[in-house]
């Protein structure tokens, strides 16, 4: 079973640093491809970045290169979002999701495990 909890979300200022942190508190078997995706108000959830199962390729979108680094511990089962230079477009519930995939992918639907979400609000 697979249960994602997201936390580290909050509010702070534009140009400031929040750290996002996904656990899976199930009993998950093997290492998969990760990801974070965010959903804007009034906006469609829209993908943010995404790490294959052993770490080494990761890919951003656009909108976050350069300030927002993704990482994974499979050892602890966890998975973190640095976020840098936060702007106020950055505002979102964030998400976490386990695709059962070991190569990475921008691609909602090969995501098949998400959590709940953790608010992110950005201010100017």
């Known amino acids: 079973q697979v249960q994602l909890v997201e936390s580290g979300g909050g509010l702070v200022q534009a140009g400031g640093s929040l750290r996002l942190s996904c656990a899976d508190s199930?009993?998950?078997?093997?290492?998969?491809?990760m990801g974070w995706f965010r959903q804007g108000p009034g906006k469609e959830r829209e993908f943010v970045a995404t790490i294959d199962w052993n770490g080494k390729n990761k890919i951003y979108a656009d909108s976050v290169k350069g300030r927002f680094t993704i990482s994974r511990d499979n050892a602890n089962k966890k998975m973190d979002l640095q976020m840098n230079s936060l702007k106020p477009e950055d505002t979102a519930v964030y998400y976490c999701?386990?695709?059962?995939?070991?190569?990475?992918?921008?691609?909602?639907?090969?995501?098949?495990?998400w959590g709940q979400g953790t608010q992110v609000t950005v201010s100017s």
């Open positions: 999701a386990r695709s059962s995939r070991f190569t990475a992918t921008t691609t909602m639907g090969d995501y098949g495990y």
């Open positions: 199930g009993r998950t078997l093997g290492v998969y491809t």
